[in-house]
């Protein structure tokens, strides 16, 4: 391992992604399964996907992003929900670390991300703290 520490290595402004997901109906199904979604009313009638399938796709789009990563924790997740995922359509995610801290001893990295539709519409905007682990 080099002398320079994970949280070092970081840049803020780094971008992760895009991720491409296509929101097909196994997919939407599978996904659904995984957050133990159970409510389809209103969903079914929009032909939409449950809001925030695609949260912990974050995570992992951190960890592809550059810097390696042995572990994170969540700390912090905010998320603003702005219109319905559809299913059938294709979204994207981009992201970008926005600020660390050291806070307690520990390191910190905070990263927003937008999801947009195929057609270049905003679908849901996060802003994310992670406990980085050394």
Avoid: C
Wanted: aromatic share 8%.
């Amino acid at each position: 391992m080099d002398n320079n520490s994970t949280f070092e290595s970081i840049t803020i402004g780094n971008e992760v992604g895009p991720l491409e997901i296509d929101l097909d109906e196994k997919t939407v199904k599978e996904r659904t399964e995984q957050v133990q979604w159970e409510t389809k009313e209103g969903l079914e009638e929009l032909n939409a996907a449950p809001p925030g399938i695609t949260i912990s796709e974050h995570a992992r789009m951190n960890f592809r992003g550059g810097a390696k990563l042995r572990a994170a924790i969540w700390a912090k997740s905010e998320h603003e929900f702005i219109k319905p995922f559809k299913i059938g359509s294709k979204i994207y995610i981009r992201g970008k670390v926005v600020d660390k801290y050291v806070k307690r001893g520990r390191n910190y990295v905070v990263s927003e991300y937008e999801t947009i539709d195929e057609n270049g519409d905003l679908l849901m905007r996060s802003r994310e703290t992670g406990l980085i682990i050394e």
